[in-house]
């Protein structure tokens, strides 16, 4: 269990002039928090391509509801996710991102509206040795959609730093998720959170694919109750993927926004 902070986000060990994980593998058994942190940290760096399908489901008010995100990744830069709405018609109910690290497309089909613009350029002058390992952020290989489901899973330094962090933390066991041995994390009242779940019996547990590093599944719940879980259920480092796959022209009668 762990109560301190872990602020090595930004931390990347760089070797023969390229950054490379600090921890390659897990050794056997479990680690601590602080390690398996380092651990997911790299994760991205484990794989050149990525295949990966999330299924979220969310529980409120209006009831459940559910969400499907595929994402497809070439480092560095290419990234495609698409986000549907499973039982609908794929034509009218989904949502694409795409990006070459140079410009990012989005379309949505059921407005048939989209969007080209250039990849926003990073602050300048973020070097880690000059601030506080907490006031830093992850400087990823391929851009993912911010404050998404696949950016969490794939970079999930942040999450770790400033927010699992910011709670009391501990390794609970392991599971199996899409086929694969993950490690359980669970964290009691995490505070870097949205302000209706700043509250004592916020809490979340967190898998992590023993593998590679990713978040594998993610589960919320407030007072006992479960509001969300997130969970992957394909998932396909150095995968395959057709030459087409980031490839994309706005159908005709899309009206472009910018």
Known sequence: MTTQRWDRAALVPIRRGERRPEIVSLPAGLPTVDELFTFMRDAERRFETL????????????????????????????????TTLPGKVAAGH??????????????????????????????????????????????????????????LFVHPAGY???????????????????????????????????????????????????????????????GGDVTRVAEVVHLDPDAALPATTFDFEFPEGTTLLY
């Open 51 to 82: 295949r990966m399908r999330i299924e979220e489901h969310t529980y409120g008010g209006r009831g459940a509801r559910v969400e499907a995100i595929d994402v497809a990744l070439q480092h560095p830069g290419h990234a495609r996710v698409v």
């Open 94 to 151: 989904h949502e694409l991102w795409v990006s070459d690290g140079e410009i990012i497309r989005t379309y949505s089909a059921a407005h048939k509206l989209g969007t080209s613009r250039p990849v926003r350029n990073r602050v300048r002058g973020l070097d880690p040795k000059d601030y506080p390992g907490r006031s830093t952020v992850y400087d990823p290989i391929t851009m993912l959609p911010a404050e998404t489901l696949p950016e």
């Open 160 to 222: 770790c730093q400033n927010v699992l962090s910011t709670g009391t933390c501990w390794i609970s066991g392991t599971d199996r998720v899409a086929d694969r041995e993950a490690i359980v994390i669970e964290c009691d009242h995490p505070r870097a959170v949205e302000r209706y779940v700043d509250r004592p019996d916020y809490h979340v547990q967190v898998t992590v694919d023993r593998l590679d590093g990713l978040i594998t599944r993610l589960v919320e719940s407030v």
